[in-house]
């Protein structure tokens, strides 16, 4: 785990701080984001916004004919809510968006429910994120949830790596049976992230110039409890090692087309090995993209 520097934890813990610094420089680093990935970032909120993002998100995900994932009506609820529903735009046409909506007023908190770009796109999603974390500080929120697949390993080094996420709960099937071009046929086990807007690793991460900063490869001193076998299915080794390495395969989604079985053989080892270790008050502080693994730090 990265160490916090002891001024910048004294900056986040005095409220004038945390309004005045983070979020004018949130903002700048999503602008920043926005240009150098060639897009305008805005809220969605005409029904023609709406329905081209309903059919962003059904041509990236291919649901059951019939159904989407995120139906025009639903879109057009929550941005009348207040919440977060922002495209992203290139020479006028919606490439990706992203979908969230407000906790308790007490937690301060947002959970992002849907996030998604076209295949063309490069850094959008980055951009995407961005505009939501300073949307999130401009209303004095700090913290933002959301679930992702833990096998998809495109996503975990995104969410930890490059933007400095945390995880410590896996959900369990948590959507139920999907039945789209993505989830396959396989249970929709989920990692909760955790987004601290104005930690440390996430200011290193978003914040810095681009070429200034790069994030660091943690000094974990892990020991692999679970492995890609030559054959390529999973391998799980018995290990009492304060920190663990939790491997994904390198493409689950190609996988599940090609071979459903294995698939969910992964899904069944990275279930034992990675929820076991959370359940027992474990943590995923990271993910190491040289090996495709969690970096996972025991329970006390």
Same mark, same amino acid.
């Given at each position: 785990?990265?160490?916090?520097? #002891?001024?910048?934890?004294?900056?986040?813990?005095?409220?004038?701080?945390?309004?005045?610094?983070?979020?004018?420089?949130?903002?700048?680093?999503? !602008?920043?984001?926005?240009?150098?990935?060639?897009?305008?970032? #805005?809220?969605?909120? $005409?029904?023609?916004?709406?329905?081209?993002?309903?059919?962003?998100?059904?041509?990236? @995900?291919?649901?059951?004919?019939? =159904? %989407?994932? /995120?139906?025009?009506?639903?879109?057009?609820?929550?941005?009348?809510?207040?919440?977060?529903?922002?495209?992203?735009?290139?020479?006028?046409?919606?490439?990706?968006?992203?979908?969230?909506?407000? +906790?308790?007023?007490?937690?301060? =908190? /947002? $959970?992002?429910?849907?996030?998604?770009?076209?295949?063309?796109?490069? +850094? *959008?999603?980055?951009?995407?994120?961005?505009?939501?974390?300073?949307?999130?500080?401009?209303?004095? *929120?700090?913290?933002?949830?959301?679930?992702?697949?833990?096998?998809?390993? #495109?996503?975990?080094?995104?969410?930890?790596?490059?933007?400095?996420?945390?995880?410590?709960?896996?959900?369990?099937?948590?959507?139920? %049976?999907?039945?789209?071009?993505?989830?396959?046929?396989?249970?929709?086990?989920?990692?909760?992230?955790? @987004?601290?807007?104005?930690?440390?690793?996430?200011?290193?991460?978003?914040?810095?110039?681009?070429?200034?900063?790069?994030?660091?490869?943690?000094? $974990?001193?892990?020991?692999?409890?679970?492995?890609? +076998?030559?054959?390529?299915?999973?391998?799980?080794?018995?290990?009492?090692?304060?920190? !663990?390495?939790?491997? &994904?395969?390198?493409?689950?989604?190609?996988?599940? $087309?090609?071979?459903?079985?294995?698939?969910?053989? @992964?899904?069944?080892? &990275? #279930?034992?090995? !990675?929820?076991?270790a959370l359940s027992r008050g474990g943590r995923?502080?990271?993910?190491?993209?040289?090996? +495709?693994?969690?970096?996972?730090?025991?329970?006390?």
């Amino acid at each position: 785990m990265i160490n916090q520097a #002891r001024d910048m934890s004294q900056i986040i813990s005095d409220p004038s701080n945390h309004s005045l610094g983070h979020t004018s420089t949130a903002r700048q680093s999503a !602008l920043r984001a926005a240009s150098l990935a060639n897009v305008a970032i #805005r809220p969605l909120r $005409h029904l023609d916004d709406f329905i081209a993002c309903e059919a962003l998100f059904d041509s990236i @995900w291919h649901p059951e004919p019939g =159904s %989407s994932l /995120m139906a025009k009506e639903l879109l057009r609820g929550i941005s009348s809510a207040n919440s977060y529903v922002s495209g992203a735009f290139q020479t006028g046409q919606l490439v990706g968006a992203c979908v969230g909506f407000w +906790g308790p007023p007490e937690s301060r =908190s /947002m $959970h992002s429910h849907i996030a998604g770009v076209s295949g063309k796109a490069r +850094g *959008v999603g980055y951009a995407l994120k961005l505009d939501q974390r300073a949307h999130a500080l401009e209303s004095e *929120v700090d913290t933002i949830t959301w679930t992702f697949d833990p096998l998809v390993r #495109r996503n975990a080094f995104f969410n930890f790596h490059k933007l400095g996420g945390m995880a410590s709960q896996y959900l369990v099937n948590y959507y139920g %049976s999907m039945l789209d071009d993505i989830n396959g046929t396989d249970e929709s086990d989920r990692l909760l992230l955790e @987004w601290n807007l104005a930690s440390p690793g996430v200011i290193r991460r978003c914040d810095a110039t681009p070429g200034t900063s790069t994030p660091p490869t943690a000094d $974990h001193n892990g020991v692999a409890a679970l492995t890609i +076998g030559r054959a390529g299915q999973p391998v799980v080794a018995d290990t009492s090692a304060s920190t !663990l390495l939790v491997g &994904v395969p390198e493409d689950i989604e190609n996988l599940r $087309h090609v071979d459903p079985g294995l698939g969910r053989e @992964w899904r069944t080892a &990275v #279930r034992e090995v !990675l929820a076991g270790a959370l359940s027992r008050g474990g943590r995923v502080e990271g993910f190491e993209p040289q090996t +495709g693994s969690y970096i996972v730090t025991r329970g006390k």
